[in-house]
Structures are given as C-alpha cells and as structure tokens.
C-alpha cells in the first residue's frame, strides 16, 4: 500500500512539472478558492445546525459562497485568455462546456427531486451551491480525461 502512494505521489509531482507557469498558477489559485468555499459552506452549516437564524445572516450565508463561484469563473477566462496553444485551449473549452452542461443537469434533477418530496431532497444554499461546484469539477475533469485518451 506505502508503495502505491509513493507511486501516485511521484506521478502527481511528474504531472504538475509538466504544466507551464500559467497553467500551475491557475490550478493554485482555483484550489485556494475551493478551500474558502469549504469554509465558508462550514460556517454556514454550522450557521443552520446552532440556530442562528438572523435575517441577516441567512441572506450573507446565501451569497458567500457564490464569491468564490465567480473567482474561479474569472479564473478559469483569465487563463483562457492567457493561453498560447490552441490545442489546449480548445480541449479546455470543451470541457467546460461539458461541465456546465452536468451542472444544469444536476440542478434539474435536484430541482425534481424536491418537487417529489422536499423535506428529503431539499438543500441549502450553501450545499447546493458545493453540489453545483463538485458536478462541475468532476466533470470538466472526465471531459479532460476522456478527450486526452481519445487524442493519443
């Protein structure tokens, strides 16, 4: 088991090499903005789970963590816009195209799945925004993958 994880760990060392300056920056910054839509979807669950139901703080809790939403999206079009090789920038545009095309899917069928029983299925904005995110990176990640795989 250790030497499997020496393993990934030197693949994922050997891969994040490869990327030039642009491309690392980019993958740091948007990690750094998934780390403060964590903390803020835990403040805001600890917000719902204690009871501190303040008008004030509902509607702040609903709009923080679209902040680093937005971040990640102007990150993601200042990298676009950086991006010298067409190849990449194509194969990146697709995939988040893909990506987007998931979320809304997602958000569809959660949106359904409330309409049949809400006390179940409904989540707060917090979790639904981090369900939004986490489809959308999951898959912008297979479309890379799966376009990568299919240009070898």
């Excluded at 030197?10 to 980019?26: A, I, M, P, V, W």
């Excluded at 803020?40 to 709009?63: D, P």
């Excluded at 369900?131 to 297979?142: E, G, K, Q, R, T």
């Amino acid at each position: 088991m250790k030497n499997r994880m020496h393993i990934l760990r030197d693949r994922l060392r050997n891969g994040l090499k490869q990327l030039s300056t642009l491309q690392r920056g980019t993958i740091n910054r948007i990690f750094a903005n998934m780390m403060l839509m964590a903390l803020i979807s835990a403040a805001s669950h600890f917000r719902s789970e204690y009871g501190y139901g303040a008008k004030t703080l509902v509607f702040l809790f609903a709009l923080l963590p679209a902040i680093p939403m937005f971040a990640i999206i102007w990150l993601l079009g200042r990298y676009l816009a950086g991006e010298s090789d067409e190849f990449v920038r194509m194969m990146v545009v697709k995939s988040l195209l893909w990506a987007a095309a998931v979320t809304v899917a997602g958000d569809m069928i959660q949106s359904a799945l409330v309409a049949l029983s809400s006390e179940f299925w409904s989540l707060d904005q917090g979790f639904l925004t981090i369900m939004n995110f986490d489809l959308f990176f999951i898959a912008s990640v297979f479309s890379v993958a799966i376009q990568l795989r299919r240009y070898r």
